[in-house]
């Protein structure tokens, strides 16, 4: 099973993630946990490049290739060889990321980078996709007060782009109801982690 978690800055991904893999690998399931742009040692170093605060002069389509090449590894080197091992695999963001930041934030297109990116991912869709609903304004305040958080280049764009990105996974999560669950993230974590447990659960009572 392939599920990814979505969201704009600050959405509180990864501390949900963690509680969700504790709670698959207590039921007995295998899970291996990932994330984009990443996941692989040459994933990594793309990652880096990406998000370095000092490279403010990326083009927005040199963004977008970059993106499709840390997937691109990240699929043929860990997802796919799990997924046939019968784990369970979890991604803190997958395609839905590059079609919310590039396609929209960006302003290249959804449909495009759609299309560019079945290129480097050969069709995978997640099984599902757990979507932390966030207002942009209270997801950049939440990084801004965590003294942990690395900020990277993603972080210091303006208010309008990270709205644009809220815009795209909206428009997402509403054209694919069958993949996407939407949570509200403003809520307690607590309360967040159960909403996205009742979901997984759901999904693996099917397999």
């Not at 709670?23 to 996941?39: C, D, H, K, M, N």
């Not at 934030?105 to 979507?131: K, S």
């Amino acid at each position: 099973m392939f599920i990814t978690f979505e969201g704009g800055e600050g959405s509180g991904k990864s501390t949900v993630i963690k509680e969700i893999a504790k709670r698959i690998s207590e039921a007995g399931r295998e899970v291996v946990l990932t994330r984009e742009p990443g996941g692989t040692p040459i994933g990594e170093e793309i990652r880096n490049v990406i998000l370095e605060k000092a490279n403010t002069s990326m083009d927005p389509r040199t963004e977008a290739l970059l993106y499709a090449a840390s997937r691109r590894q990240h699929v043929v080197e860990k997802i796919i060889p799990a997924l046939r091992e019968g784990k369970v695999v979890i991604s803190d963001r997958f395609l839905d990321s590059s079609l919310a930041y590039q396609g929209m934030g960006r302003g290249l297109g959804m449909a495009e980078i759609y299309q560019l990116n079945l290129f480097a991912t050969e069709g995978l869709e997640p099984d599902l996709t757990i979507y932390l609903s966030l207002d942009p304004e209270a997801g950049i305040e939440r990084i801004e007060a965590n003294p942990n958080r690395e900020i990277n280049r993603l972080d210091l764009e303006k208010m309008s782009f990270h709205e644009l990105v809220h815009e795209g996974f909206e428009k997402l999560a509403k054209e694919n109801p069958y993949r996407f669950v939407k949570v509200d993230a403003s809520n307690r974590v607590e309360q967040v982690i159960e909403s996205c447990w009742d979901a997984v659960e759901k999904r693996l009572r099917w397999r």
